[in-house]
């Protein structure tokens, strides 16, 4: 099990910037691909960005350019930098686990984004 506490949202106009960050605990963080999805009210939870334990790295079209994944192993942490933000990245922010690929128990995984934080609210609005 693993267990994510995510921080970092708030209020920002646009053209501002935020660093959403999530904590794991309980297990081994390098063995994770780490996700952070948005849902915005009324609409589908969307997968905004991932990174893998390697460190490679994809992003939503809509977000490409703007916002950054990265992760740091020896801090079982994983950042969401967002810049340029826009009234439409307005959601709640929530970040995800899934097992890795290289995991040994990778084959008695789901294969899905299993593990859940609470979700942090970006809201931007001038």
């Known amino acids: 099990q693993v267990q994510l506490v995510e921080s970092g949202g708030g209020l920002v106009q646009p053209g501002g910037s935020l660093r959403l960050s999530c904590a794991a605990s309980?297990?081994?963080?390098?063995?994770?691909?780490m996700g952070w999805y948005r849902q915005a009210p009324g609409k589908q939870r969307e997968l905004v960005a991932a990174?893998?334990?390697?460190?490679?790295?994809n992003y939503a079209d809509s977000v490409k350019g703007r916002f950054t994944i990265s992760r740091d192993n020896a801090k079982n942490t994983v950042y969401l930098q967002m810049n340029s933000l826009k009234p439409e990245d307005t959601a709640v922010y929530s970040c995800?686990?899934?097992?890795?690929?290289?995991?040994?128990?990778?084959?008695?995984?789901?294969?899905?984004?299993?593990?859940w934080g609470q979700g942090t609210q970006v809201t931007v609005s001038s």
């Open positions: 995800a686990a899934r097992v890795s690929p290289f995991s040994p128990i990778y084959y008695v995984s789901s294969g899905q984004y299993s593990y």
């Open positions: 309980g297990t081994v963080f390098s063995m994770y691909v």
């Open positions: 990174i893998t334990s390697g460190g490679s790295t």
